[in-house]
């Protein structure tokens, strides 16, 4: 369609190309222009010419090598070189107050000339010279309207961009300048060609001579114009290829002397082109071709692309800049529209995206249910169905997913470790799918904490695209000798291909909203997350109350939350009388460290006290039957729990502790005297909710006066760097440390010498002393 460079070599057209390299191609530097000018390239501000082109004699009347070293006035004559010098001379971009009309003296014979200049810039190679420039002088016969203006190219174009302007929808800006390029220029063709993201191109307006068949509609594949063209038409807007069959005309030299490098043609209109475009155009049956870039910030959006049939054709410049003009009024007049399409869709997702927002402050309505109101997701995102798990609970609207679905691509989008995770064809980018997705073809994922997670998904979105030609059938091999090179493809007929197992694409615009989306739910995750903390905070300390108060014992308790945010856990103690003036004494520990934990410690905590309270069993009846009670209740979870019964003993003045302990560490007892006894237990007995059947055993001792009996859990003795056995053996020594210091502050020390750095899990304690 236009300029693709599909060759690696910069020689001229019709030299052979290699297909494979086309995006290598540095076709800012072709060493050669087209013949229907010259060029010069002359040092400022002595404009000494140092490179022109080999046909400078047939425009000037001057042979290159007799121009080369010479200054300009020498080479153009003095008028012509001193209008090029008074332009070059004034501030801004030059190619603003291009053409310079100049008149040459050639044989006696004024020849008018529209003179284009612009400056190229090679960097210092060191990192320290100052950029080197270069004038680029090049000279085109003039026809066409004179003098060249401002004023003339706008009378030009006048009545197109009152069309412009009234234009009510795209494809009425499309047609209108299509139409007008074609009136204006004399092209056979003029089609605006736009960019999809992956860089394909379609027809989307044509303008055509009689006879000629339609392209509207035609796609071509992005390898058509590979990246280094656009590059290229992003900073050049127009070229012009006024004959195919152009033999291209080399520079002398070869390397502009004062910078050492090729010269940069980027904005030369004179630019000799990829030979292997120039096959390309000729396998079209094109015989001449314009295009025009049209931009949005500055990025290529599509062309204006221009081809003729009937032999070589040359606008003259001020009608090419006739045709720019128009490109670019058509090229604001599209981001206007855009960007009008954009506020009005912006506006509406703003809107839900409040919405949304400021319902999920409602913190007594489930998160999930909150997403999928009224609006929901699929009013902030389209697509056939969407999945939300939050915070436990479950919610869907749309299509249904098959089972097992969710869960598998929510662990697929998890291990890519992205905020947001989008395919328009899982079976290209996770065919290990395939199997669960039943019709689904697009998702996409917010993979949030703790397995929470958004899905969207849309199945296949079956559609047909027209080609120009066979995408997939990019080159041909021709034999050349001895050898084989690729040429482009010479068949642009009608293409139609079925695309199939995509569905439709998950737009950017779409894809940095629900970033937005992801940015309001962590926030309200954590909100409600702190609530939850805070009101489970609430309940621990509710349930961990002073213990009773007694002339027999002395009880200190203690808890300390491990270090970090959510100040809860499953760890608990209590201790309260019998009304036959047995003391019990529990500690406990839930396995986990969170609110659920604490939840299921509150639940623990009172079904022991009702199973105990007015019960004469022994401690281990009470846990057989507490065992019973979580299995029943379907309770899913799991403790270490010791249980003890202090009663009075007459015949010594102590007590005796009856204990059972369903996989608890065992409780320390220091007597009058300096010793430290553990109270072990005959055999290790299975966690509380493991097996309602497993049987419990029981122990009994007698404490003295003056006895200390100390309970506690695993985050007073395990470290990472130690077992629990060295914690026990560590923690009976500072027990004999503290000595008979008051309870409390024997509790405060001994806590202190075990945890100098803070707990990292959560510690509960209970120390219960005899008095003598």
């Known amino acids: 369609m236009t300029d693709a460079g599909r060759g690696v070599e910069l020689l001229g057209a019709g030299t052979p190309g290699d297909l494979t390299a086309c995006d290598r191609e540095p076709i800012h530097v072709p ?12 040092t400022e501000p002595d404009l ?93 016969p003039a026809h066409g309207p004179r003098p060249f203006s401002f004023p003339n190219t706008y009378q030009a174009v006048r009545r197109t961009v009152a069309e412009l302007n009234r234009a009510t929808s795209l494809q009425e800006l499309y047609d209108t300048t299509a139409q007008a390029v074609r009136e204006l220029t004399g092209f056979d063709r003029v089609m605006v060609y736009r960019y999809d993201a992956d860089h394909h191109g379609q027809v989307v307006a044509e303008a055509r001579a009689p006879g000629l068949n339609t392209w509207l509609g035609l796609h071509f ?145 489930p998160l999930a249910d909150t997403l999928l109101g009224s609006p929901d997701l699929l009013d902030l995102l ?9 915070q436990g609970h479950r919610a869907a609207r749309g299509e249904a997913l098959p089972e097992g679905a969710a869960e598998a691509v929510v662990a697929w989008a998890a291990a890519r470790y992205e905020d947001v995770v989008a395919t328009d064809s899982v079976l290209r980018d996770a065919p290990e799918l395939a199997a669960v997705l039943g019709p689904v073809r697009g998702v996409l994922v917010l993979p949030l904490p703790d397995g929470q997670f958004v899905l969207w998904h849309r199945t296949e979105s079956l559609r047909s695209v027209d080609w120009g030609g066979d995408p997939h059938n990019k080159a041909i091999a021709e034999a050349e000798g001895d050898s084989v090179r690729l040429s482009p493809r010479k068949s642009f007929d009608r293409w139609r291909e079925t695309v199939r197992d995509r569905s439709q694409p998950w737009t950017a615009q779409e894809l940095a909203e629900i970033g937005e989306l992801r940015t309001q739910l962590l926030e309200a995750l954590y909100a409600r997350s702190r609530s939850i903390v805070r009101a489970a905070e609430t309940l621990q300390r509710s349930m961990l109350t002073a213990p009773p108060h007694s002339a027999r014992l002395q009880v200190a308790v203690r808890y300390v939350p491990a270090a970090r945010e959510a100040q809860v856990g499953g760890d608990w103690y209590d201790v309260f009388e ?30 022991l006290r009702g199973i105990a309270y007015d019960s004469a069993d022994g401690p281990a009846a009470v846990l057989r039957r507490l065992d019973s009670a979580v299995a029943g ?140």
């Not at 050669?32 to 390239?41: C, D, E, F």
């Not at 047995?582 to 905590?605: E, K, N, P, S, Y």
């Open 221 to 365: 594949p992005a390898s058509d114009i590979p990246a280094q063209a656009r590059a290229l038409y992003e900073k050049n807007w127009l070229r012009l290829i006024s004959d195919v069959d152009y033999r291209p005309v080399p520079l002398h030299p070869v390397l502009v002397p004062s910078t050492g490098e090729p010269l940069d043609l980027t904005f030369s209109t004179l630019r000799s082109v990829s030979p292997v475009h120039v096959e390309y155009l000729q396998n079209m049956g094109v015989r001449a071709s314009m295009s025009i870039s049209l931009l949005r910030d500055d990025r290529l959006w599509g062309l204006i692309a221009c081809h003729h049939y009937s032999g070589p054709h040359a606008p003259p410049y001020a009608t090419r800049a006739a045709a720019e003009f128009l490109g670019s009024t058509l090229s604001l007049r599209l981001v206007d529209r855009a960007e009008e399409d954009e506020v009005h869709r912006a506006l509406q997702v703003r809107s839900t995206l409040a919405w949304l927002a400021t319902a999920t402050l409602d913190e007594d309505r």
């Open 48 to 140: 000494v010419v140092e490179q022109v082109s080999e046909n400078l004699a047939g425009l000037v009347g001057v042979a290159p090598g007799d121009a080369l070293g010479r200054r300009l006035p020498e080479v153009l004559g003095v008028a012509a070189a001193g209008a090029v010098a008074r332009s070059a001379s004034a501030f801004g971009d030059l190619r603003e107050r291009n053409p310079v009309e100049v008149t040459l003296d050639v044989q006696g014979s004024p020849v008018p000339v529209d003179a284009l200049l612009h400056r190229t810039v090679v960097d210092g190679q060191d990192g320290v010279t100052a950029p080197a420039t270069t004038l680029v002088v090049e000279l085109e």
């Open 633 to 772: 209740l379907g309770l899913a979870t799991m403790a270490t729990v010791l249980v003890g019964r202090l009663t009075r003993d007459p015949a010594s003045g102590g007590a005796r502790l009856r204990w059972s302990s369903a996989g608890h560490l065992p409780p320390l007892v220091t007597g009058p005297g300096d010793g430290v006894l553990t109270l072990a237990t005959p055999r290790a007995e299975l966690l509380l909710g493991v097996d309602p059947a497993a049987p419990r055993t029981e122990s009994e001792t007698l404490l003295e006066p003056g006895a200390t009996l100390l309970l506690y859990t695993d985050g007073l003795v395990e470290r990472r760097d130690q077992v629990f056995d060295d914690g026990v053996q560590r923690l009976r020594g500072e027990l004999v440390a503290v000595g008979d210091r008051p309870l409390g502050e024997a509790c405060d020390e001994l806590i202190g010498r075990m945890l100098p750095e803070g707990a990292e899990d959560d510690v509960a304690l209970v120390a219960v002393r005899l008095q003598d």
């Open 31 to 42: 060493g050669s222009i087209q013949p229907r000018g010259v060029l010069l390239a002359v």
């Open 578 to 607: 019998q009304p036959d003036g047995a003391t019990v004494v529990v500690i406990g520990d839930v396995v986990g460290h969170d609110t659920a934990a604490a939840a299921d410690m509150a639940q623990l905590r009172g079904l």
């Open 382 to 390: 389209p697509a056939d169905g969407v999945v939300v798990h939050l």
